[in-house]
């Protein structure tokens, strides 16, 4: 029955909720929102990428910094690397569909910036090559991934692993981890 599968899959978000944001976790959180909330300080940048709902969750972010997440305050500067598809296009096509986001690192990161990488699987080549191309430019990187972790936990100076492997219950906790950083960020950016 429906109701059926609406249980389960709550139950399951509850569950990935509990588990994934335990005390250390927060701690991490409030670790990436500082670094954020440092580079816009010092006149520099977050970038996200992203495949799928990754995709359209690095968008939302840039959202949220571009435009407001909960107040009205000075724009934040904030870029998706999803979003252009003449230059996702000419890259996939001219070189590889692998090196989408290494390619506008290469062209938009500045050291000091934060590249925030979101991948269920923590093993998306084109997120991997983006955090490593990203860290040779001296970026601050951030993996945002499921249980494990994959390649980018290797990678990241920040990992945040959601603590399951079912692809919707790794993003709705993504989603949700990404707003909290965005809150904290604007709070102490913009105290009231």
Do not use: W
Request: glycine share 8%; proline share 2%.
């Amino acid at each position: 029955m429906a109701s059926d599968v609406l249980k389960q899959n709550l139950d399951e978000h509850q569950s990935a909720l509990a588990a994934t944001f335990s005390e250390p976790n927060l701690k991490l959180l409030e670790e990436i929102a500082q670094e954020v909330t440092r580079a816009f300080k010092n006149g520099h940048k977050v970038l996200l990428c992203g495949n799928g709902g990754s995709a359209a969750d690095a968008q939302h972010i840039a959202a949220e910094f571009v435009g407001r997440f909960k107040r009205e305050r000075r724009s934040l500067p904030a870029i998706a690397l999803t979003t252009d598809t003449s230059i996702l296009t000419a890259i996939g096509n001219d070189y590889s569909y692998e090196v989408i986001f290494k390619r506008q690192i290469e062209g938009l990161g500045l050291a000091g910036d934060i590249l925030i990488g979101i991948s269920t699987s923590g093993n998306s080549k084109n997120v991997v090559l983006a955090l490593e191309e990203a860290k040779k430019m001296k970026l601050k990187t951030v993996a945002f991934t499921g249980k494990g972790g994959g390649i980018l936990k290797r990678c990241a100076d920040y990992c945040f692993e959601v603590e399951s492997v079912k692809t919707p219950r790794v993003q709705e906790m993504h989603i949700t981890a990404l707003h909290a950083i965005s809150e904290l960020v604007e709070d102490t950016l913009f105290p009231t």
